[in-house]
């Protein structure tokens, strides 16, 4: 059986990036709350400031995350059916959006050294 290829849906940078920040965020319960159907609640989302930010055990560089406070990135998002949107408040990372392949992760989140 052939690997899926990454980003099936051609999202564009930007919500790729965004998308993998929520993937992130939906792995960690100091952000995210499991929902009984299987879909992720997550309602601490970060506020970029400075260089970084602390994204659940990684680091992401604050230019990678404009799409968390950009209602265009989130509204697409949520037409392709990987999010549903509560714009800017919190999100809930569908089941096909825990598992979209972005391919684009080691690009976004970092280890953390601290």
């Known amino acids: 059986m052939p690997t899926p290829k990454p980003n099936p849906l051609k999202l564009n940078p930007l919500q790729l990036k965004t998308l993998v920040l929520f993937q992130e ?39 990678d995350a404009s799409g968390l406070a950009n209602p265009s990135v989130w509204a697409a998002l949520e037409r392709k059916g990987l999010i549903k949107a509560n714009f800017p408040h919190a999100v809930t990372l569908t089941i096909p959006g825990q598992a979209y392949e972005t391919g684009i992760e080691g690009q976004v989140l970092h280890g953390s050294d601290h």
């Open 25 to 63: 965020l939906a792995r960690y319960p100091h952000t995210s709350t499991p929902l009984p159907d299987g879909e992720v609640f997550l309602s601490a989302l970060p506020h970029p400031h400075g260089d970084h930010f602390h994204v659940g055990g990684k680091v992401a560089l604050s230019k």
